[in-house]
RNA sequence: GGGGGCGUAGCUCAAUUGGUUAGAGCACCGGACUGUCGAUCCGGAGGUUGCGGGUUCGAGCCCCGUCGCCCUCGCCA
């Protein structure tokens, strides 16, 4: 095989005179019956080689190649002269006359190019993922990917951070997501479960005495996923001992800080903090997108003096609240759009969604403008309102008021064009609240995970037994947040056995349980556990930040689907009744009514 | 599990109120052509309209079921 002396990428007008050779794949050919041009394509980038006549058994071969197939030449790089050069070539100055060809592998038609990829179907693209790969614009994605890894790699070691392996085959928990299972055979009727995270072992091993800990981690929930959001995913994951929260979030700030720097040469300047409590009540988030405004303004005391049968009954209600948010120029929107988004609101729980809009001379005008004469200039007044804005309102218990208009806000941004390009906005939201009362079920769950640490001033709340007092209770837990999606979330952990009994109690997880699902934890805590905190970062997410992409299956190389198949490998897949059997597993399937065949659907 | 969108040639799409033999571009095959770079020109082949059923004289189109892909709600400590 000829070996190659340079990429595709490589050659130059420095290098013209010289005997080179390449090989990679057939981009394109052009057969002009005498001379026949062949684009050829690897990682590096595009070379045009070019094939006489006179080189008859180069040129014979040449007749016959065809998209994809993978070759290697040798022959003179020379140069493209009297405008022949192609300046959308990196390569373009020069070309490669060919003199021997070697088809190294003969490629049968392929269902699509990778030219012509961008515009097939995603089913066909993860079908032949392979091929879908062979695109620049992927490569690219995925070399970022190499290099973030390795950056944060770098960034850690030098920060003292040992990256240290923990088990894919694990424990279920009752808590959080639904874990994946993987059947004992060694252990007829028990199974391990894929790992959620690598939680429990990091603070073992800050129990163990490795100090600080890093992995880039595999991570699995079975949940359906979503365009950002995937059943297996990768965390940069950390933890370290004798620390306190500003010490951890520092020491991620900085990472991020490198990473952004490097990659995209921008500079992050010092992360802002915001509460959990500023950040829904401003933004009706926990993760809120600071790109724009259109924030939240409470109107309670002035709806609550309309006679709007919708703002009385709310207001009068327990935990009822009324907000609203102004959208510049909203005002052009008509009644059918302004319909549109009250039914979009109830998919978030909402009744519906009044609106109405600013008109000339600051009166109100349409949708509910008729019954807010009495408090139209304060309103307009209050919220910073305009001739030609609509001012949209959310009255409803204080989750649903939040959650509509804080996605609200962020899809008008992104349909009305607020949203700028290369504007980074990055905020730190912490004091979360510790516990999150969960009327279905009658106990508290954790807004975090059940190790998280409250804070010290709020500790003795805890087992006061009052409800209130025990949901305002804040813990040491953090987010960081960039342009509207949560990058990344950590805690100061629990490091005393008997706190972390009361958290346990609190979510109402007895003490048998206890000791079968968390043992271990509670043994270690007791044999002399430092003081610890971490935190992990979604490494995917923060790829799709960095090449700019809103669908997560760009920035894996083999990613699923919807259904979580993997369409390339046609799995998942039924198994061989030995293997079943092996495994002490008997399948109970859904019974699916079919209708007998040939039976009329209506009769 | 719920809601929405899509499914026609290898790929991307078209096909009038339900009406004759389902079309186009690219790719593919054959031919022509010595400077193209999305090569061009001439010719050709290529279809179980996702699958199953129903309504109809007649279904790519209407109805029922089912499968797949995407978005979304639930879910995701």
Redesign the pocket.
């Known amino acids: 095989m000829l070996k190659r002396t340079h990429n595709c990428g490589a050659l130059r007008s420095e290098h013209v005179g010289k005997t080179v050779s390449l090989a990679g794949w057939v981009n ?1 050919y ?6 026949i ?1 062949i ?1 050829l394509r690897d990682r590096e980038g595009v070379t ?1 080689i ?1 094939f ?2 006179e080189n008859k058994e180069a040129h014979g071969l040449a007749d016959k190649l ?2 994809e197939d993978v070759i290697a030449i040798e022959g003179n790089c020379v140069a ?1 002269e009297g405008g ?3 300046p ?2 990196a390569t ?1 100055q020069i ?1 490669v ?1 060919a003199h021997k060809l070697e088809i190294l592998n003969k490629a049968v ?1 392929p ?2 190019t990778p030219d ?1 990829a961008e ?6 693209r993860l079908t032949y993922r392979y091929i879908d790969l062979r695109r620049p614009r992927m490569q690219q994605i995925l070399r970022t990917r190499h290099r973030v890894t390795k950056i944060m790699r770098d960034y850690f070691d030098q920060q003292g951070f040992l990256e240290i392996e923990t088990p894919f085959l694990c424990k279920s928990t009752p ?4 874990d994946f299972l993987v059947p004992s055979r060694l252990q007829p009727g028990c199974f391990y479960a894929l790992p ?2 690598p ?1 429990l072992f990091k603070q073992i091993l800050m129990v163990a005495g490795y100090e600080k800990y890093l992995q880039i981690v595999r991570c699995f ?1 079975d ?5 950002d ?1 995937q059943a297996e995913f990768t965390q940069i994951d950390l933890e370290m001992s004798f620390i306190d929260q500003d010490e951890i979030m520092t020491v991620v700030e900085g990472c991020i800080r490198r990473v952004w720097k490097e990659v995209l040469n921008i500079d992050v300047p010092p992360i802002r903090r915001m509460t959990y409590a500023e950040a829904v009540d401003r933004y009706g988030s926990d993760r809120p997108d600071l790109r724009f405004g259109m924030e939240l303004v409470n109107i309670g005391d002035l709806a609550g003096k309309t006679d709007f049968g919708v703002f009385k009954s709310v207001l009068a209600a327990p935990g009822g609240m009324v907000k609203a948010i102004t959208v510049p120029g909203g005002g052009a929107m008509t009644r059918k759009e302004t319909d549109a988004l009250a039914e979009w609101a109830k ?2 729980g909402a009744k519906g969604m009044a609106v109405t809009k600013v008109g000339a001379g600051g009166a109100l005008d349409t949708g509910v403008a008729k019954f807010l004469t009495a408090i139209a200039g304060d309103l307009i007044a209050r919220m910073n309102a305009k001739e030609g804005d609509l001012i949209c309102f959310a009255a409803d218990n204080h989750k649903v008021v939040h959650r509509v208009l804080g ?1 609200l806000r962020v899809k008008l941004a992104k349909e009305r064009g607020m949203l700028k390009e290369g504007d980074w906005q990055w905020l730190w939201v912490v004091d979360f609240p510790a516990l999150e009362w969960n009327t279905d079920e009658k106990r508290w ?6 190790f998280t640490a409250p804070n010290d001033e709020d500790l003795h709340k805890l087992s006061s037994g009052d409800q209130a007092a025990i949901s305002s209770v804040r813990s040491k837990a953090y987010d960081i947040v960039c342009n509207g999606s949560e990058l990344g979330g950590g805690s100061v952990r629990i490091h005393r056995p008997d706190t972390q009994q009361l958290i346990f109690k609190l979510l109402g997880i007895d003490e048998e349980s206890q000791k079968k699902k968390f043992g271990f934890l509670l043994d270690a805590l007791k044999f002399g556990a430092p003081p610890h905190g971490g935190l992990a970062l979604g490494l995917d997410r923060i790829i799709m930040h960095l090449v700019g992409t809103t ?1 997560i ?1 760009d920035v894996i190389a083999f990613p699923k ?3 979580g ?1 993997d ?1 390339m490998l046609d799995a998942p897949s039924e198994v061989d009744e030995k293997q079943l059997r092996d495994l002490h597993i008997r399948l109970q399937l859904p019974q ?1 009514d ?2 007998a ?6 009769v």
């Open positions: 394109s052009r057969d002009h019956g005498g001379v041009f684009d045009q070019v006489h006549p065809r998209n493209r022949m050069a192609n959308r070539l373009g070309e006359q038609t269902p699509f012509e515009k097939v179907g995603e089913d066909t808590e959080g997501a639904r959620q995270s939680q929930r949940e359906d996923p979503r365009a959001r998919t978030f996605e769950d954790s807004l975090h995970h059940p669908n299956r689907t919807q259904n198949a369409l699916k079919k209708p065949p040939g039976t009329p659907a209506t």
